[in-house]
């Protein structure tokens, strides 16, 4: 199966939030593991908290998961200030097309993020959503892992 995403970016932050706004989008839904937060962390760093208030001040912002494990989905709920929809099952569309109703948003208008094409791509596009496809939030610091290792290892080269 062959995906095309409206949008393919290596970070989350790297949305053109202005032209976002500008061709009519109003909502944006966000993936959370591995998009909004590493994953099963149930944490959110610092740096997603300040773009997330940063998008919020022209967005609505909805979370999207299929995780459906309680004691996670709690941890969730205790840190987030915006709606989000657990147990979502995409790529089907029933459960976030019921979401985006609740909120009274029009698919047209929202765009949908993640970093998995064959769920949340096909998912906004069977909604009728924009679609961003995001490399998954962890890559930027495995790669800086893989750099200090690098330079352990340059430690180890003698003069
Ligand atoms: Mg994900």
């Known amino acids: 199966m062959f995906v095309k995403p409206d949008y393919n970016l290596k970070r989350i932050y790297d949305i053109n939030l202005e032209e976002l706004k ?3 989008i109003k909502g944006m839904l966000f993936d959370l593991d591995s998009t909004l937060m590493a994953s099963k962390s149930a944490q959110y760093s610092q740096e997603i908290l300040d773009w997330l208030s ?3 001040k022209d ?3 909805g979370v999207v998961s299929n995780n459906k ?3 996670y989905i709690e941890k969730v709920r205790q840190i987030s200030d915006f ?3 657990f147990d979502a099952g995409k790529p089907r569309i029933k459960r976030v ?3 985006l109703n609740e909120h009274g948003l029009n698919p047209k208008e929202c765009v ?3 970093d998995r094409p064959l769920t949340d791509i096909i998912c906004g596009q069977r909604l009728g959503c924009k679609t961003i496809l995001v490399d998954s939030i962890t890559a ?3 790669a800086k892992i893989v750099r200090f290792v690098r330079f352990l290892e340059r430690l180890s080269v003698s003069p």
């Open 83 to 85: 709606p989000l929809l």
């Open 140 to 142: 930027d610091s495995e």
């Open 112 to 114: 949908l993020v993640g």
């Open 69 to 71: 494990n309680p004691d």
């Open 54 to 56: 940063i998008v919020r």
């Open 59 to 61: 967005f609505f912002i």
């Open 22 to 24: 500008q061709s009519g």
């Open 97 to 99: 097309s019921a979401f």
